[in-house]
């Protein structure tokens, strides 16, 4: 299986401030049709996942554009500028190339 | 709008069964693969099984510690999937979720104990 890791595993920030969160995995992520199938979720407390990202830097219908997702092969970022109160929670990459489906271990983001 | 909705979970003894369900509304179920995945009580999230559209002749994978024992399926005349789950064992314990891969339902909890 390919194994996601997520760092770090929390993170304690300021509104307005901007992190990253690295995701890194243990074989290339770039499929036969040469799409790359990583995404980013949110949990946030109390609910269901949501995925915020797509094929690495994709964003999904009504995710504002202070989310951004980068990198290539094995080597992925999420980040997020200028932190809002609505953005806490956990934070999940998922790899979709290979089966199964495997996730990073999360990124717990609190408020400082 | 998309709407997913599970449901079916509850309390089971080990090497019970369970049939879960998952009601979707609000886009073309037919040609949608669908998924079931799971958060563990530590809230590590699985990947359980998936199953592809008819155009893809219903094709379906499992992970690994579920094969031979848990079986997904759809009926796209009720836009809905299930997964029937037999022979449970104490680690199944989750919330398990309904999926598209872009929209995940509320979840519905399984507690495998005796």
């Known amino acids: 299986d390919v194994v996601m890791t997520q760092t770090p595993p929390s993170l304690s920030v300021a509104i307005g401030q901007s992190v990253s969160i690295s995701c890194k995995s243990s074989?290339?992520?770039?499929?036969?049709?040469?799409?790359?199938?990583l995404n980013w979720l949110l949990q946030s407390p109390g609910r269901s996942p949501k995925r915020l990202i797509y094929q690495v830097s994709k964003l999904d219908s009504g995710v504002p554009d202070r989310f951004s997702g980068s990198g290539s092969e094995k080597d992925f970022t999420l980040k997020i500028s200028r932190v809002e109160a609505e953005d806490l929670g956990v934070y999940y990459c998922l790899q979709g190339t290979h089966l199964p489906r495997t996730f990073g271990g999360g990124t717990k983001l609190e408020l400082k | 709008e998309v709407q997913v909705l599970e449901s079916g979970g509850g309390l089971v003894q080990p090497g019970n069964s369970l049939k879960l369900s998952c009601a979707t509304s609000?886009?073309?179920?037919?040609?949608?693969?669908m998924h079931w995945y799971r958060q563990f009580p530590e809230k590590r999230l699985e990947w359980v099984a998936r199953?592809?559209?008819?155009?893809?002749?219903?094709?379906?994978d499992y992970t690994e510690s579920v094969k031979g024992r848990f079986t997904i399926s759809r009926d796209d005349s009720k836009s809905s999937i299930y997964l029937q789950m037999n022979n449970l064992k104490e680690e199944d314990t989750a919330i398990y979720y309904c999926?598209?891969?872009?929209?995940w339902g509320p979840g519905t909890m399984v507690t495998v104990s005796s």
């Open positions: 074989q290339s992520l770039v499929a036969s049709d040469k799409k790359t199938y």
């Open positions: 609000g886009f073309t179920f037919s040609t949608a693969w």
């Open positions: 999926v598209r891969p872009d929209f």
């Open positions: 199953i592809k559209a008819k155009s893809n002749n219903y094709a379906n």
